[in-house]
């Protein structure tokens, strides 16, 4: 199985960028659909975007359409999700996900591994 490890995530003000990295570990990413959740405080964890495992699929919740972009590294073994024009609606722990299969599945409950976390702070 995978192990997911992300980094990247800080304080930042309204209107700049950060870049989290998913770090995977014990088999290679590209074998796994791999997707960004977050959840702020007394919310659900919601999907962000989540990649296809060729990269040639993408989907991304609405909220982040046009500011934040995922993308992966197969050599790698790392993913990412640029995120600009921050807003602090944007504020939230991001979480990464994979799975098996070929389905760019957009469920919390449809990931099988899952990473820490890392907090993304925006303030205004």
């Known amino acids: 199985q995978v192990q997911l490890v992300e980094s990247g995530g800080g304080l930042v003000q309204a209107g700049g960028s950060l870049r989290l990295s998913c770090a995977a570990s014990?088999?290679?990413?590209?074998?796994?659909?791999v997707g960004w959740f977050r959840q702020a405080p007394g919310k659900e964890r919601n999907i962000v975007a989540a990649?296809?495992?060729?990269?040639?699929?993408?989907y991304y919740a609405d909220s982040v359409k046009g500011r934040f972009t995922i993308s992966r590294d197969n050599a790698k073994n790392t993913v990412y999700l640029q995120m600009n024009s921050l807003r602090p609606e944007d504020t939230a722990v991001y979480y990464c996900?994979?799975?098996?299969?070929?389905?760019?599945?957009?469920?919390?409950?449809?990931?099988?591994?899952w990473g820490q976390g890392t907090q993304v702070t925006v303030s205004s």
């Open positions: 014990g088999r290679s990413i590209s074998s796994y659909v």
């Open positions: 990649m296809s495992r060729n990269a040639l699929g993408t």
């Open positions: 996900a994979a799975r098996g299969g070929v389905y760019v599945a957009r469920g919390e409950d449809e990931y099988d591994y």
